[in-house]
């Protein structure tokens, strides 16, 4: 298997950035992909052995290409997430002002993150897309739009300067990317994780969404992260994105597991994974009657009521 890892590139993304801070990426060759997609075939395909992409931002909520991704196609698997504090720096080519930017560029996922200073800032600039931050930079040092929201860092690679730096319109704001690769064992339970599936339901009914976040409620299981996103099947028609607390090997997430896979029409695994967001002390308890020794002690007691010993 090659030991690479597949990026959204190019270089100088914030995703390289957050990428650079696991401790594995050290041993591994960094490739930069155009897309989210790209990078993920580059999985599928067997090219790379993992794909690092961003997943979630806490002022939008699911970068909706990743999450469309994992939820199609041939399976894949989270094993790490990175959360990384996001600023953006205005990057331009050198000597160029303020009021000379008629067009800035940037990814999708950044306008929210940037729209309240742009309405103050550059009121009439015309915003245009582009594959990722860094893409954007790229497309300034061309001569392509005038101006890119990317990591300051960006600046230096593509021969742009910073006409501002620290933007951010929500205080704190925090991207998170995921280590996604092919379907094989999770790793071991370290305390403090996090459990990632898509739910598909088997019909329409009142009720739905609530018979499927029961199964999570009844077994104590704190929820993360709740993203529909439409199957493609005409309007209405959802599935939902769940991040839950805990691992599959704890009792309470593979008894939740269980129950979603009776009633739903399809289930997806996506990962169990560390959570990066807290550590192993700062984890809530179980909910009286959630624990491991709980969940096999009532497994017992009904079994010895089988077998007529209790
Ligand atoms: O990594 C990048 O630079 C990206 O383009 C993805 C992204 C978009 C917005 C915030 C953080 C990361």
Known sequence: ???????LGPEGTFTEVALRTLPEAATREL????????????VRT???????????????????TTLDELVAGQPLMIYREVLLSITFALLVRPGTRLSDIKTVTAHPAAQPQ????????????????????????RLVQEGRYDAAFAGEFAAARYGLEALETGIHDAENAQTRFVLVGRPARPAAPTGADKTSVVLWQRDDHPGG????????ATRGINLMLLQSRPTGAGIGNYCFCIDAEGHISDRRVAEALTGLKRICLQ?????????????????RPPLPG?????FVAAADWVARCQDGRF
């Open 209 to 216: 969404l609530r018979d499927l976040l029961g199964e999570f």
């Open 114 to 137: 940037v729209r309240n200073w742009l309405k103050r800032n550059l009121p009439d600039v015309v915003w245009e897309s582009a594959a990722s931050n860094a893409d954007g930079a």
């Open 1 to 7: 298997m090659p030991a690479s890892y597949a990026y």
């Open 31 to 42: 490739i930069p992909y155009v897309s989210v997609q790209s990078a993920l075939d580059a």
């Open 267 to 283: 289930v997806r695994f996506l990962g169990s994974y560390p959570r990066a967001d807290v550590a192993m002390e700062d984890v």
């Open 290 to 294: 959630t624990s491991d020794e709980e």
């Open 46 to 64: 067997g090219d790379a052995e993992a794909a690092f992409v961003p997943i979630e931002n806490s002022v939008e909520g699911g970068i909706t």
